[in-house]
């Protein structure tokens, strides 16, 4: 009888724990299949760095001196290929150019970063408008990172993808700064 009364007891505390964190479910994130003839063209073009979460702080270190960063996708040379070059704005002023190739895998959600085989990101769909969320796993860290068409989205998409993110653990949170001009993307 004890055992009952306790089970029923944990029950209803589960229940209230619930209501009060009000975590959204997993199915929340919707991630963005990858087909040939669609992907990527709703992807191309321009996008801002917004904020990034990660289980712990020293995942997200890569980002501590970083103001700002814009980006600029466009399609490889090849099929199921991207070309991403950034330009990052660092906090002390100097803008630092970057080039990644990503391969995409027809079926999948997985998009492989060319010269980092132990990497792996996937996109997700976001509530955002403009938005796009990535989750980049690796050797030793995991971390969220959301992206946005206008380097100035509402404060609202930022609470919404810092509460997402909080409730699939990952507890440490960064947002760019943005207070510099964003450096020009160089041209190929």
């Known amino acids: 009888m004890f055992n009952q009364i306790w089970a029923a007891l944990l029950y209803l505390y589960g229940i209230l724990l619930n209501s009060i964190y009000q975590c959204p479910e997993h199915s929340q994130l919707t991630t963005l299949v990858v087909d040939e003839k669609e992907f990527p ?64 895998t027809e079926g999948s959600t997985d998009l492989k970063t060319e010269g980092r085989p132990d990497m792996k990101t996937e996109l997700f769909s976001s509530s955002c408008p403009g938005g796009i969320m990535l989750k980049e796993t690796g050797q030793g860290y995991q971390r969220f990172l959301l992206y946005n068409r206008s380097p100035h989205p509402s404060e609202k998409c930022v609470e919404e993808f810092q509460t997402l993110t909080s409730c699939l653990d990952s507890r440490a949170f960064l947002l760019t700064p943005r207070n510099q001009e964003a450096c020009k993307l160089s041209s190929n």
């Open 41 to 104: 063209e709703p992807h191309l073009g321009q996008w801002y760095f917004i904020a990034g979460a990660a289980p712990t702080k020293e995942e997200l270190a890569t980002f501590d001196s970083v103001d700002n960063i814009i980006f600029n996708m466009a399609s490889g040379s090849a099929p199921l290929q991207l070309q991403l070059r950034a330009t990052i704005r660092m906090k002390n002023g100097f803008c630092v150019p970057r080039e990644w190739i990503y391969h995409l």
